[in-house]
């Protein structure tokens, strides 16, 4: 039996740790406030996180769970649409450490990783040796393979590859006794799992007929406790298609063998558009038999989505050809060679001459470059549903319905109709091949009319599907929809299943209320109206008081901030700890949490200190601004939320410094070498160290910025002495208190650089911006330092010149975070870049090949940064290669913050160290931060990308 109470709970810790459990325990609110969500609707906080190191870890907590009655649910990347891993109890997380890839056989075409793997990672393990983990899934950045196992999922490219258990080919498993034992595709000498499956078979023999008649024959069929496939022709028992999809109900899973592919060698890929999604659709029947690699599709709301977001400069060359569309499909063929692909093209060619449903745009594409951009933002649909600027959003809860293709128009027609009668708008996106449409009503989930749909209209989906020959759960697992399984199958089948977990978990310990439960229990399992929504707690949040923490309540919960990659800019933070507290979900989570609290009147203290603590490694480097799908700006709610905390509190005595360390470095750059002589004096270094925690302070450039201007040929202006004559071609550097204190050169040899191009240039001296400020919630004397800098510079509005900033975390802040009207404050690759058909072009030079590390912050603000720079540089007869980066782990203030310099280390070696050995001469870096961190960290300090380009015009 199950015991929940908190004094059992407490033994069973203490006896974990006795036991020797190696992972983490987690038993804080911080911890269990972020547990409490994934990717869907609902909120269920568990008692303990446990975060195991190894399969020997997972077999003692469910040993001991086992003896001390306590229900233990697995948990992967914490992507599920439907609440597949939430349950009070005990979460068992396996993404924190369990993250190994094992071994690799490539004569047996197979890989052996834990279950905490990232598919991505997996997939940039295999591919150097060209090959690929076929099954796909939109989170691919965060998802694990444990979690794809628990859901059997499956995605672009399903038609030809299947879904994630045709591809396992063994699992290691601890049962609910704390056993292990290893799953197969056949017959188990295990004689524990011998004697449940002994059972199973007798059951599944017996039930033949009804199996065959109630199970669909189509892509995305029936899985978890998966009756058909679990059957072999031999009459043994695939364990592996039975326990795939179970969702952690029968097993806990600490091992994969997984088969692998062979990445094809050459892709294309054909957009086409419609005048609505029904057309579309209705064409996809035809397309199927031009034997495509995949056809995915998204509706035009999608796409104007994708058109505001930062995304849209990677797509543009393809999809703005398109125009005004109501239906996109993106048909893509692969193959080993140039003919085939042409082939597949062929066949597609020909479908379109017949004319079948009439196109309004045909674009294709093979470029590399074009068609990852194209699948990314397909992959980011789901996030972007949620990023639209009204009150309701996309929700998930019937997004996964499956239908043979042939059925797939109507089925979406009619399910159009069911929305556009309640009076909801929608979203659409999916595999259109596998007859898989992910349809996403707008609800507001604050809104407790909008809440009471969620049943009706899962209940009418349920029963459209039907209708179709479908399945309302055809991908992302059941979750809280497990209500409907008996639906589908039947009550006898049903006890099939309920017999099948009592073989397993008779005391329903594992995911206990999820799927079915066992037979001869009087547990139920959980209704998807009766479960706590997160909706419902955002519901109590003042919403008036606290305006500037509304994005943590636009958090939907997809985790792309969970990205594995150490090449992604987001989140450092996570990235460094592998604490989803330290992420941009988690914190805003706690913003989520502290604002219902101080909303109610509740102790919000706890949660307020845990806020803290989770903010204090939050580096400010305003990624999450730019990648998350609904733009959850942590840094801006962390600075609004430190002016809070420190209205009751006394600051500490480095923000006081902080506070006035900008204008005092404007003046010491006047008089940079006794100021160096004191940052460098061991008395002053120690002083800063353990007075205000600030270490390795940037040197004052001996040259001053002025100098550097006038030098270069250019001329200082100011306010008091502008100019009647601003000359030919003229721009307006607006200096940064950052390059203009401590990094001169730079100034220098952009000034040269724009006047060789035949450009006079201008500059306003350094200029202070207030970032310290601001990073540190200092928003009286930000906005003070903000509207008196904005005063400067719109003096120079009337002039109508290009305003340019050398500085790319300075530009995005001129640019989002002041007022300057309809003027724009120009990155340098921008200016050059708009201005390249009025600059000479040079011939090649091929001994000429640099590699551009661009800023975290413009590298997900600006993405198209890079591609710019590379223009410039063509343009000039210059290669240039962008370097796979995420952030250096300076981010300006962060790296010399002495508590989190080794963090900052940490972070360079993850992501820098590697890339900028491989460049070596050649690396350049656009931002002031990242220089510097190279400077202190690596072994050169690499130069602006200016310092190439005025060496290539140098006689």
Not at 101 to 121: F, H, N
Not at 399 to 416: K, Q, Y
Not at 938 to 945: K, L, T
Request: overall charge negative; aromatic content about 6%; glycine content about 8%.
């Amino acid at each position: 039996m199950l015991d929940d109470t908190a004094s059992n709970l407490r033994q069973y810790l203490n006896a974990l740790r006795a036991d020797g459990f190696g992972g983490d325990i987690a038993e804080d609110e911080a911890a269990r406030l972020v547990g409490a969500t994934d990717n869907s609707i609902y909120y269920i906080a568990p008692q303990a996180i446990l975060f195991p190191r190894d399969a020997a870890d997972v077999a003692k907590a469910a040993a001991l769970a086992d003896r001390f009655g306590i229900a233990l649910t697995a948990r992967g990347g914490g992507t599920g649409t439907n609440g597949q891993s939430l349950n009070d109890g005990v979460v068992i997380d396996m993404s924190r450490h369990m993250i190994g890839i094992l071994s690799l056989d490539i004569k047996a075409r197979s890989v052996t990783v834990e279950p905490g793997v990232v598919l991505d990672q997996l997939n940039a393990y295999l591919r150097p040796q060209g090959y690929f983990f076929a099954p796909t899934v939109s989170t691919s950045s965060r998802a694990t393979v444990g979690g794809m196992f628990a859901t059997d999922a499956s995605g672009k490219g399903s038609r030809i590859y299947g879904r994630m258990s045709d591809h396992v080919l063994s699992a290691d498993i601890i049962l609910a006794n704390g056993r292990s034992a290893t799953a197969t595709t056949h017959a188990t000498s295990d004689a524990e799992l011998e004697r449940i499956g002994s059972a199973i078979r007798n059951d599944l023999n017996t039930h033949t007929q009804e199996i065959t008649q109630q199970f669909p024959v189509m892509n995305r069929g029936l899985t978890g406790y998966n009756l058909d496939e679990a059957r072999t022709d031999a009459g043994d028992l695939n364990y592996v298609k039975l326990l795939a999809g179970s969702e952690g109900t029968l097993a806990l899973t600490t091992q994969l063998t997984l088969r692998i592919t062979p990445i094809p060698n050459i892709r294309a890929l054909t957009v086409l558009a419609y005048d609505n999604c029904i057309a579309a659709l209705e064409h996809v029947p035809h397309l199927v038999k031009a034997e495509p690699a995949a056809i995915e599709f998204l509706d035009d709301k999608i796409l104007a989505l994708a058109a505001a977001s930062p995304m849209w400069s990677e797509v543009e060359s393809v999809l703005g050809q398109v125009g005004e569309a109501g239906g996109f499909l993106f048909v893509e063929f692969t193959g080993d060679n140039d003919d085939e692909v042409r082939a597949g093209q062929d066949r597609l060619a020909g479908i379109l001459e017949k004319n079948y449903i009439p196109l309004t745009a045909q674009v294709a594409t093979a470029a590399p470059a074009e068609m990852s951009a194209l699948w990314e933002m397909r992959k980011r649909s789901v996030g972007l549903l949620a990023a639209v600027e009204t009150s309701r959003i996309g929700l998930p809860f019937v997004e996964d319905a499956a239908v043979p293709p042939e059925n797939l128009s109507a089925f979406v027609a009619e399910f159009g109709q069911l929305l556009d009668a309640r009076g909801l708008t929608y979203g659409m996106f999916g595999h259109a091949d596998v007859g898989c449409v992910h349809v996403r009503p707008m609800l507001n989930m604050r809104d407790p009319a909008d809440r009471d749909q969620i049943r009706p209209i899962s209940d009418a989906v349920s029963a459209l599907c039907q209708k179709h020959g479908g399945l309302i759960w055809g991908e992302h697992g059941k979750g809280m929809r497990g209500e409907y399984v008996e639906t589908y199958v039947g009550p006898d089948l049903y006890g099939v299943m309920r017999r099948i977990k009592a073989a397993f978990d008779p005391d329903n310990r594992l995911n206990p209320g999820k799927l079915v439960t066992a037979a001869d229990s009087d547990m139920t399992v959980m209704k998807l109206d009766a479960v706590p929504m997160r909706g419902a707690r955002d519901a109590q949040i003042d919403e008036t008081v606290h305006a500037d923490f509304d994005r943590a309540i636009a958090c939907n919960g997809n985790g792309a901030c969970h990205n594995w990659a150490p090449s992604d800019p987001m989140c450092p933070s996570y990235k460094a700890t592998r604490d989803k507290v330290q992420a941009p979900k988690g914190r805003a989570s706690l913003f989520r949490e502290w604002t219902r609290l101080r909303s109610t009147g509740e102790d919000v203290a706890p949660v307020e200190e845990a806020l803290k603590d989770s903010l204090d490694t939050c580096l400010s480097c305003k990624s999450c601004t730019g990648q998350c799908p609904v733009r959850v700006d942590i840094p801006a709610m962390k600075s609004a939320f430190l002016h809070e905390y420190f209205k009751t509190r006394t600051r500490p005595a480095r923000d006081h410094v902080l506070r006035h360390m900008e204008r005092l470095s404007l003046a010491l750059r006047k008089l940079p070498r006794p100021a160096n002589l004191l940052a460098g004096n061991p008395l002053m270094r120690a002083v800063l160290n353990r007075g205000f925690g600030l270490v390795d302070i940037p040197r004052y450039s001996a040259l001053s910025a002025e100098q550097a201007v006038q030098d270069a040929g250019g001329k200082l202006v100011s306010p008091n002495t502008r100019p009647s004559n601003w000359g030919e071609r003229p721009v307006l550097l607006v200096l940064d208190s950052f390059t203009g204190a401590f990094d001169t050169k730079v100034i220098a040899q952009s000034a040269v650089l724009l006047g060789r191009l035949g450009f006079t240039v201008w500059a306003i001296p350094p200029v202070a911006n207030g970032k310290a400020r601001q990073v540190r919630g200092m928003m009286n004397a930000f906005a003070a330092q903000r509207d008196q800098t904005t005063a400067l510079l719109s003096q120079f509005r009337a002039d109508d010149l290009p305003l340019i900033s050398l500085e790319p975390a300075v530009t995005d802040l001129l640019n989002k975070d002041y007022d300057l009207g309809a003027s724009q404050v120009l990155s340098l690759d921008r200016f050059l870049s708009d201005n390249l058909h009025a600059l000479p072009r040079l011939p090649d030079d091929e001994a000429a090949r640099y590699t551009l590390f661009t800023h975290c912050t413009e590298k997900t603000a600006d993405p198209a940064t890079s591609r710019r720079w590379q223009s410039v540089f063509r343009h000039f007869g210059l290669t240039l290669d962008i370097a796979d980066t995420g952030c250096c782990g300076m981010a300006g203030l962060f790296g010399h913050e002495a508590e989190h310099r080794a963090m900052s280390g940490q972070l360079f070696d993850l992501s820098w160290r590697e890339p900028l050995e491989t460049a070596g001469l050649g690396a350049l870096a656009t931002g002031f931060s990242c220089r510097s961190q190279t400077g202190r960290f690596g072994d050169a300090e690499p130069a602006h990308p200016c310092s190439a380009l005025l060496a290539r015009l140098e006689p």
